[in-house]
């Protein structure tokens, strides 16, 4: 079998079976394909033409020879020499010395002469210190360790309870003046007009009681009204059909009833009017004494004293005076609110049946028939907070 004919070199390029020797476009030993041109030169000078190919032989193209050198100084005006010296070869700095100001230098002066003699005046100091504490070594130091905590002393010494109770600055503030509010027309038919008459009259007492708290120095501030039903807890605990002052921090809230009232109300129009203002009077009177410490002092005496009936006379002088402060509110308004005709009838009448013989537990707390009815008169009559200090009245006043 006869061998296959080899492809000749070239076959695989563009043209067919390749170029056969000695035709033009040939390579010694075979080839026909054309060489590439050689780059665009990019140095001086214009460029070579390309060489022709001639069989076996190739033109050399003309060489550039490049002028120039780096070796040697550069000229005077090089730029570039001149830019390399700034960056890499600067000339020094010349160090210029200036001028001090003689008024500067003085200044200096008299500056370190002071640092020197302050630090031997210390030294002084320390050293006699060091020298006292030798002598005297339980003696106090001259300058005192601190802990980081800075000690507050109080601004003055706080004022005894019995103080508090007996020399209160409400007592001097004088008489109230006449107070001009009328009764609030509103009638205890419904818990929403009880409301209304506790929040109408409480705006007047704050304008009769606001200029004498203020003028005994202490702040005023209103009660907060709050309206039970029977058996419900209150901020004052869980209430049950009779008005309640208790401290807290708003200042102090009266808690009144309002259901009974509604009952009592169309047997007997006037004494249930006269019921309402009473009990509010009673707390407000209580208010106030909040507002001026009587509360808190009258309460740490009572938990100091010696026995039971040591603690239920405080607690009966405490509440005769909030009744009696509640008379002088309603004596200072007796031609405005009215209490005359049977209003005025019902009021001194009701008084007496409200003394501890009369209360269901029998709790001498309050204050007997007798006690009510002399502090009460005592406070509509005068209308002066000072006639209601029943802190200095004798055991007897007080029952």
Same mark, same amino acid.
């Given at each position: 079998m006869a061998d296959k004919s080899v492809p000749r070199p070239g076959h695989f390029l563009p043209g067919g079976d390749g170029v056969k020797d000695g035709e033009p476009g040939s390579r010694p030993g075979g080839g026909g394909s054309t060489p590439l041109p050689a780059p665009t030169p990019r140095l001086s000078g214009d460029a070579p033409e390309a060489a022709p190919l001639l069989r076996g032989t190739r033109i050399e193209p003309k060489r550039v020879t490049l002028s120039g050198t780096r070796l040697g100084s550069p000229p005077p005006d090089d730029a570039a020499a001149a830019a390399y010296k700034a960056v890499f070869n600067p000339d020094p700095i010349p160090f210029v010395p200036k001028k001090r100001s003689k008024t500067l230098v003085a200044a200096i002066v008299v500056i370190a002469l002071l640092v020197v003699g302050g630090?031997?005046?210390? !030294?002084t100091k320390v050293l006699s210190s060091y020298d006292d504490f030798v002598a005297n070594p339980m003696g106090s130091p001259s300058v005192r360790p601190s802990d980081?905590?800075?000690?507050?002393? /109080?601004?003055?010494?706080?004022?005894?309870? !019995?103080?508090?109770?007996k020399q209160n600055p409400l007592y001097g503030a004088g008489k109230m003046p006449v107070v001009k509010c009328q009764e609030p027309?509103?009638?205890?038919? %419904?818990?929403?007009?009880?409301? %209304?008459?506790?929040?109408? $009259?409480?705006?007047?007492?704050?304008?009769?009681?606001? /200029?004498?708290?203020?003028?005994?120095?202490?702040?005023?501030?209103s009660p907060r009204l709050i309206v039970f039903d029977e058996g419900e807890e209150t901020a004052c605990g869980v209430q049950n059909k009779v008005a309640v002052y208790c401290p807290d921090d708003q200042g102090g809230s009266v808690t009144m009833p309002w259901q009974d009232l509604m009952d009592d109300y169309p047997k007997n129009k006037a004494a249930a009017r006269?019921?309402?203002?009473?009990? $509010?009077?009673?707390?407000?009177? !209580?208010h106030v004494e909040n507002l001026t410490g009587v509360v808190e002092a009258s309460q740490n005496l009572r938990d100091t004293a010696a026995n039971k009936a040591g603690q239920l006379e405080m607690e009966r002088r405490a509440a005769l005076q909030a009744y009696c402060l509640g008379a002088v509110f309603f004596g200072s308004a007796k031609a405005s609110f009215p209490l005359r005709g049977e209003l005025l009838r019902q009021w001194n009448r009701s008084i007496p049946l409200k003394g501890d013989e009369h209360s269901g537990d029998k709790v001498r707390d309050h204050g007997s028939a007798t006690s009510l009815t002399r502090w009460m008169n005592q406070g509509f009559a005068t209308t002066d907070p000072g006639a209601c200090n029943t802190f200095v009245a004798a055991s007897a006043t007080v029952s």
């Open positions: 630090g031997v005046a210390f !030294a980081g905590h800075d000690t507050v002393e /109080p601004a003055a010494k706080p004022t005894p309870d !019995a103080d508090v109770v027309a509103y009638r205890p038919t %419904s818990k929403e007009n009880v409301r %209304s008459y506790y929040t109408a $009259l409480i705006a007047c007492m704050d304008k009769a009681w606001e /200029p004498i708290v203020t003028k005994a120095g202490f702040e005023f501030r006269v019921e309402m203002a009473q009990a $509010l009077g009673f707390v407000y009177g !209580a």
